[in-house]
């Protein structure tokens, strides 16, 4: 039992890897190792599809089922639904998943990409990023991963990286998000807002900018689907900096209070992990580690981090709560941005 506390389901047949088994890397010093039969899906995965990067993952009726970005072999993203007992091996849906609007028509986004999956209450939600007259966040609801019915756009373009919290704070659902432009986005900080019904959202809060350390210094977003623990919710998020031969992403950790998520409690100073390994730094876009999910057990306090790798392919890294969080804790530093409720 570990002592902080995890606040979801046990996940008992949870992919896991112990440390001396797994992969660490010289530079880092955070508690997290990668799987060392990483990346877990190559290229050109499933017939059509040239990479799968960036994808989300989720326990379902006792194994695993996710969405994934799969780049087609004309260069555009959509999302692919896959299974797996194991969290390891994919099976992927040929055909792109086909979602239907309000009315049971088909609606197809012109493009669809780092998708994430957030259950909450007895619900699947679907975010992405999509074209909303420009780069905006697209959703969709499921209860069966046989339908899939659209949901209005939560925001304004442009924007991208929501990600939203598994349960409802004070009523209301809440999602991070992070506003940006429509191209390769030169800024960016992480938001939060609120809606009683999906439909619609406000109260925003400002939750963290980008840092002062030079890995984050860039742009920053939301990685995975906040982790509720004893301590607050814990945040696996991107960090990125600009350096003169393009951008490099790497994967921050914080942990936010857990009834008002616009004040960052910790917020560590160091990257958990960057790019390091061939597969992280080679590929279609070199240089990125891009968080979109965790598994994790609240038995054990074990947790699983699925992030895309170049634009290539999909890694796995492991760590347990107590380290990390310890970790995040003893190596944090906040702005003072970071401690207020973020409203002006
Ligand atoms: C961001 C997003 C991600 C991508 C990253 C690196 O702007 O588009 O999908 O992984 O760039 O190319």
Request: charge should be negative; charged fraction near 25%.
């Amino acid at each position: 039992m570990s002592k902080v506390k995890i606040f979801s389901p046990a996940v008992p047949n949870m992919p896991w890897q112990d440390r001396s088994e797994g992969k660490t890397t010289g530079c880092a010093d955070a508690p997290i190792w990668r799987y060392n039969e990483n990346p877990i899906i190559g290229r050109n995965p499933v017939k059509g599809v040239a990479r799968i990067f960036n994808s989300a993952v989720i326990p379902y009726e006792g194994a695993f089922i996710g969405v994934f970005r799969g780049e087609q072999t004309n260069g555009i993203p959509y999302i692919y639904l896959g299974r797996s007992q194991d969290a390891i091996h994919w099976d992927f849906e040929s055909n792109k998943i086909d979602f239907v609007d309000e009315e049971g028509k088909p609606f197809m986004p012109v493009y669809a990409y780092d998708p994430r999956l957030v259950k909450v209450e007895d619900t699947y939600y679907i975010i992405w990023c999509q074209d909303f007259y420009g780069a905006a966040i697209g959703m969709a609801k499921t209860t069966d991963f046989k339908t899939f019915t659209r949901i209005e756009n939560p925001f304004l373009p442009f924007n991208r990286n929501a990600v939203l919290f598994p349960r409802k704070i004070n009523g209301n659902f809440m999602m991070l998000s992070r506003p940006s432009d429509s191209g390769h986005t030169p800024f960016g900080d992480i938001f939060v807002s609120e809606s009683p019904d999906m439909l619609y959202w406000g109260k925003h809060r400002h939750v963290m900018g980008k840092g002062n350390e030079w890995w984050e210094s860039l742009k920053i977003g939301g990685g995975a689907a906040p982790i509720e623990t004893s301590e607050g919710w814990l945040l696996f998020y991107h960090g990125v900096s600009g350096t003169c031969n393009g951008y490099v992403y790497s994967i921050g950790g914080a942990i936010l209070d857990i009834d008002n998520p616009s004040i960052v409690k910790y917020r560590c100073e160091n990257f958990l992990l960057t790019p390091e390994e061939w597969y992280e730094e080679r590929g279609f876009v070199p240089n990125v580690c891009f968080p979109c999910a965790t598994i994790h057990d609240s038995e054990t306090g074990r947790i699983a981090i699925y992030y895309g790798a170049a634009d290539s392919y999909v890694g796995l890294a492991f760590t347990e709560v107590d380290e990390i969080v310890d970790y995040i804790k003893n190596n944090s530093k906040l702005s003072e941005s970071d401690k207020e409720i973020g409203r002006r």
